[in-house]
């Protein structure tokens, strides 16, 4: 019933912005969202990530040009992304983790491709 579904994509010259939505449905106990990334021939790793108490954590990598933030009345956690580089380059993931008695369950998105020219 819990669906993740992730959007705004595309194509962007460096150094430009994109600002990526992740809406999630079918839940009211989410206990934490986050970003992931996977660029080809590459693990998946962390990108960011936010609490349900509004902490956040960000990767070395996009400190200070990455911002994470949340609507909850709308359900969706944003990635705002500046000053890209071609390194950013991957298919970008929206992770959501949900409150359980013990332990949490764990649904991801689709995925949405972001790729900056240089």
């Known amino acids: 019933q819990v669906q993740v579904v992730e959007s705004g994509g595309g194509l962007v010259q460096a150094g430009g912005s994109l600002t990526l939505s992740c809406t999630t449905s079918?839940?009211?106990?989410?206990?934490?969202s986050g970003w992931y990334r996977q660029a080809p021939g590459k693990q998946r790793e962390l990108v960011t990530s936010?609490?349900?108490?509004?902490?956040?954590t960000y990767a070395d990598f996009v400190k200070g040009r990455f911002t994470i933030s949340r609507d909850n009345a709308k359900n969706t956690v944003y990635l705002q992304m500046n000053s890209l580089k071609p390194e950013d380059t991957a298919v970008y993931y929206c992770?959501?983790?949900?409150?359980?008695?013990?332990?949490?369950?764990?649904?991801w998105g689709q995925g949405t491709q972001v790729t900056v020219s240089s």
């Open positions: 936010i609490e349900s108490g509004g902490e956040t």
């Open positions: 079918g839940t009211s106990s989410i206990a934490s």
């Open positions: 992770n959501v983790q949900t409150f359980r008695t013990f332990g949490r369950n764990m649904y």
